[in-house]
C-alpha cells in the first residue's frame, strides 16, 4: 500500500465519527415549527388554541398576521407568560403601554418568549425551549382588548 492512500484513509478515519456526531447534534437542536395564524378575516383569533409540547422541547413558533388592517388599529402580537398566569389580568397591564408595543418591562418575569407586534401580512418568529415543567403555560395577544374577547391559548407542557 502507498503511503499517500494510507494517509487518505487515516484522514477519512479521523473525519468520520466527527460528521456523525455534528449531524447527530443537529437533529437533537432542531425546532419543532409551530405555525400560528393571526386575525384571518381580520377578527381578534389566533387559528391555535393549543400547542401540546414535551418537557423541554425546542419549538420555533411562526406567526403571521393574516389581518388587512392597519398595525396602529389591528396590530397583532404573541406573548407566552409563565405557567398558571392571568392572561386576561397581563393584557388589562400591558394595554396602557403602547410605547413597548404591549410588551412593558415591568412584566418581563411573567414572559416565557413573545414575538412582537406584526402589522398586516407581517410574519415574526420566536425559538425557544419549553418549559421544564409540565402544565399549563397561556398565550396571548396583548393588543388593547384583544385577550378578552379571545385572542389567547394555551401550551400545554405534558410528559
Ligand atoms: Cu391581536
Wanted: hydrophobic share 50%.
Amino acid at each position: 500500500m502507498n503511503s499517500k492512500l494510507v494517509a487518505s484513509l487515516l484522514v477519512v478515519a479521523a473525519v468520520l465519527p466527527g460528521w456523525s456526531l455534528l449531524i447527530a447534534a443537529g437533529s437533537a437542536e432542531a425546532p419543532r415549527i409551530v405555525k400560528i395564524r393571526a386575525g384571518v378575516d381580520n377578527a381578534m383569533k389566533f387559528d391555535v388554541a393549543s400547542i401540546p409540547v414535551a418537557p423541554g422541547e425546542t419549538i420555533k413558533v411562526v406567526l403571521t398576521n393574516a389581518s388587512t388592517l392597519p398595525k396602529n388599529v389591528m396590530g397583532h402580537n404573541w406573548v407566552l407568560l409563565t405557567k398558571g398566569s392571568d392572561a386576561v389580568a397581563f393584557a388589562t397591564a400591558a394595554a396602557a403601554e403602547a410605547a413597548s408595543e404591549y410588551i412593558p418591562a415591568k412584566l418581563k418575569d411573567k414572559i416565557v418568549a413573545f414575538i412582537g407586534l406584526l402589522g398586516p401580512n407581517e410574519a415574526g418568529e420566536v425559538t425557544f425551549k419549553a418549559p421544564a415543567e409540565p402544565g399549563e403555560y397561556p398565550f396571548l395577544c396583548s393588543f388593547p382588548a384583544h385577550c378578552i374577547v379571545g385572542m389567547k391559548g394555551v401550551l400545554v407542557v405534558k410528559k
